[in-house]
């Protein structure tokens, strides 16, 4: 599903992120663990096509995405990959399903007359069904996670990244939104790469791979 082999991003003055091999099968769950810094962002970033590599191949669901162009790259990005990140990334002027229905709207996969049953049933199903209309600011952190996710799982991508996805939740409620997450996810046989420097998240996760040794020093 997810295929890196020598890939090179250069960083910074005299530092490189370089990934030789890594490979994660359809229908896995997978923690890319390490401590802040170490390069799992950059990683996660590549891999969903935000970030573009020096060289190397990365592979997606078969298809090679490191020489794509711009548009062909926010296409694939828009229809094959969901994405949760550790401040939501909501849209404050609109309501939980407006923001729901925008990202169904921009990747345009699913029918149109489709998207508002189709977004209300996947807030239902997060457990939102009572705050369809809420705007963000008016809900807890826990909720708006779970609209992200929502988001997220919409256009029935088969890859979903997220990149420290409780970082801005307390213990109790991170327990109940990975909780959630992780159901969602195996409900539907999807493919999750979760970034986080915790271990304890790590571990609930089926599969580990260890970022720590990703960025390296190089001649400038
Ligand atoms: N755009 C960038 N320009 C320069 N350095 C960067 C950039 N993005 C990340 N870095 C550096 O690369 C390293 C890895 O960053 P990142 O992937 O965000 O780590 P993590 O997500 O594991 O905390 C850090 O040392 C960071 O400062
Ligand atoms: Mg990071």
């Known amino acids: 599903m997810v295929k890196l082999e020598g890939v090179r991003r250069k960083l910074g003055p005299g530092v490189q992120f370089h990934c030789e091999d890594f490979h994660a099968s359809e229908g896995v769950q997978l923690a890319l663990w390490g ?3 170490c390069g799992k962002s950059t990683m996660l970033n590549l891999i969903s096509g935000l970030l573009r590599p020096d060289s190397g191949v990365i592979r997606i669901d078969g298809k ?8 062909q790259l926010d296409e694939f990005r828009a229809q094959r990959v969901g994405f ?8 404050a002027p609109f309501t939980a399903l407006q923001n729901v229905l925008l990202g169904m709207r921009f990747a345009d996969v699913l029918p149109a007359k489709e998207w508002k049953p ?11 069904g009572h705050r369809l209309h809420a705007k963000p600011a ?24 997220a990149d ?28 999750l790469l979760l970034v986080t420097h915790e ?20 001649a400038s």
């Open 35 to 37: 401590p802040s810094g």
């Open 64 to 71: 090679e995405i490191q020489g794509l162009k711009e548009g």
């Open 84 to 91: 949760v990140f550790q401040t939501f990334n909501l849209l």
């Open 118 to 128: 189709k977004a209300t049933e996947i807030l239902e199903r997060v457990g939102l």
């Open 138 to 161: 008016t809900l807890s952190v826990g909720e708006r996670q779970r609209v992200a996710i929502a988001r997220a799982l919409a256009n029935r991508p088969k890859l979903i990244v």
């Open 164 to 191: 420290e996805p409780t970082g801005s939740l307390d213990p109790k409620t991170s327990d109940a939104v990975m909780d959630l997450f992780l159901e969602l996810v195996r409900e539907k046989s999807l493919t």
């Open 199 to 218: 271990r304890s998240i790590a571990e609930r996760l089926p599969d580990l791979f260890d970022c720590s040794r990703l960025v390296e020093e190089v």
